[in-house]
């Protein structure tokens, strides 16, 4: 049997969700402590409480981030899944007063410090996805670690000043971080019939939900033209990867990917799935479908890997933005997971003008992938059947496929 060897990093992978909420309550214990005469009992409610935060805060979060996909998903918009945050967090700030109110001697809590507090914690949720849909961390360890922040930063503010002018600072941070969705909302209602609008997904593989979305903004949005990058290797992927949270092994063309020993539970490693054609598989596969759909003198693949591994889309969007100096970018999504991520992308870019797409039919990428057929271009049907049989494709472009478990190559 194989000794499984932990280093101190990868057992914090593996239990990063239970660390990041067994400290939610570490501050909020030691100042509950300092207030008290008799120090058993809030040590003893505090050791309650982090046990609670270990078995339940991550679903808790879990169940967060379901309900904030659900409403994207139905409505293509920001703000009312931000909004609903707030309720999830009424209940965790009640829970640091109760243990600061128990040694402190607090009789109530005044609504303006209430409505604060609820700001400020809903600010440091803000902040915390930001930083994740920039590629620094995961959604789900950014956010339980932004409630375990905020649950200090309660505790502080209950006791000293300076606590509340952080909170006052994190209240700030909810208040643009509301004001920033509620415009990109209206930017995707409002905008010029002019432009060119740019498309960034996976594309794993093309669809003809893609060529529809396609089609429509050209027409309704009278685009010059429409810009289209996949992924490369999402950084997700890549970072776990790295870390050994993930393994990855090759299929009928595909990649996929299985957690590993090292993964953390609670986090979510494929929100888009686990099997991946290569990213020049992906790339043929669109230039194909939108010459099948006709679209070719309006709508052109982007090639940069280059500048997607140095900086995401966010570098892709600037290349574009910099090659169409003065005119509106309209940038086109889904209200799938991935669409609304990259929803994030285009508003923290800068002006761009969202074009949400709520899907309203039932094709499936996921689905495609494991078998469904009469959902894609003529070319891209031709090629999902090669695969399957195992065998070589060549593309129009005179790109091969070879049908093999290595990562497939250019040949000539």
Same mark, same amino acid.
């Given at each position: 049997m194989n000794r499984i060897n932990l280093t101190p990093y990868k057992l914090f992978l593996r239990r990063k969700s239970q660390i990041y909420s067994a400290i939610a309550f570490i501050v909020p214990v030691i100042i509950s402590a300092l207030g008290s005469a008799n120090l058993l009992f809030p040590m003893l409610l505090g050791a309650l409480a982090i046990i609670a935060c270990m078995l339940l805060l991550p679903k808790y979060v879990a169940l967060l981030v379901r309900i904030e996909d659900v409403i994207n998903h139905r409505l293509a918009r920001l703000t009312p899944s931000r909004l609903v945050r707030i309720?999830?967090?009424?209940?965790?700030?009640?829970?640091?007063?109760?243990?600061?109110?128990?040694?402190?001697?607090?009789n109530h809590l005044e609504p303006y410090m209430l409505l604060m507090l609820l700001a400020a914690s809903n600010g440091l949720h803000g902040v915390a996805v930001s930083l994740a849909y920039r590629g620094h961390g995961d959604r789900m360890g950014n956010i339980l670690l932004a409630f375990s922040l905020s649950a200090w930063l309660a505790a502080v503010s209950f006791i000293s000043?300076?606590?509340?002018?952080?909170?006052?600072?994190?209240?700030?941070?909810?208040?643009?971080?509301?004001?920033?969705?509620?415009?990109?909302?209206?930017?995707?209602?409002?905008?010029?019939?002019?432009?060119?609008? $740019?498309?960034?997904? %996976?594309?794993?593989?093309? =669809?003809? @939900?893609? !060529?529809?979305?396609?089609?429509? #903004?050209?027409?309704?949005?009278?685009?010059?033209?429409?810009? $289209?990058?996949?992924? %490369?290797?999402?950084?997700? =992927?890549? @970072?776990? !990867?790295?870390?050994?949270?993930? #393994?990855?092994?090759?299929?009928?063309g595909m990649r996929i990917y299985k957690k590993t020993h090292l993964a953390d539970s609670s986090k979510n490693y494929f929100p888009t799935g686990n099997?991946?054609?290569?990213?020049?598989?992906?790339?043929?596969?669109?230039?194909a479908g939108i010459?099948?759909?006709?679209?070719?003198?309006?709508?052109?693949?982007?090639?940069?890997?280059?500048?997607y591994d140095e900086a995401g889309f966010f570098g892709v969007l600037r290349y574009i933005k910099q090659k169409n100096k003065g005119m509106?970018?309209?940038?086109?999504?889904?209200?799938?997971?991935?669409?609304?991520?990259?929803?994030?992308?285009?508003d923290a870019s800068g002006w761009v003008y969202p074009c949400p797409i709520i899907r309203s039919d039932n094709i499936s990428a996921t689905a495609i992938r494991e078998g469904a057929v009469g959902y894609t271009p003529a070319t891209v049907e031709n090629f999902l059947a090669a695969a399957r049989a195992d065998k070589d494709f060549v593309f129009p472009s005179g790109y091969?496929?070879?049908?093999?478990?290595t990562p497939s190559n250019k040949i000539g």
């Open positions: 309720g999830f967090h009424i209940p965790w700030v009640f829970a640091v007063y109760l243990l600061i109110a128990s040694s402190w001697r607090i000043p300076y606590g509340l002018y952080a909170a006052a600072l994190a209240a700030a941070a909810f208040a643009v971080h509301i004001a920033t969705g509620m415009l990109s909302d209206l930017r995707a209602i409002f905008y010029p019939k002019a432009g060119v609008g $740019v498309f960034f997904g %996976t594309f794993n593989p093309v =669809h003809n @939900t893609h !060529l529809r979305i396609m089609k429509e #903004a050209l027409d309704i949005r009278r685009l010059h033209k429409i810009y $289209v990058h996949p992924t %490369t290797v999402p950084k997700l =992927h890549r @970072t776990a !990867l790295e870390s050994g949270e993930i #393994a990855m092994t090759y299929q009928a099997k991946f054609y290569e990213y020049e598989v992906r790339k043929e596969l669109l230039k010459r099948d759909a006709g679209l070719q003198d309006r709508v052109e693949v982007l090639d940069l890997p280059h500048i509106p970018i309209h940038g086109l999504h889904g209200s799938d997971t991935g669409g609304i991520w990259v929803r994030h992308i285009f091969v496929f070879k049908n093999s478990r």
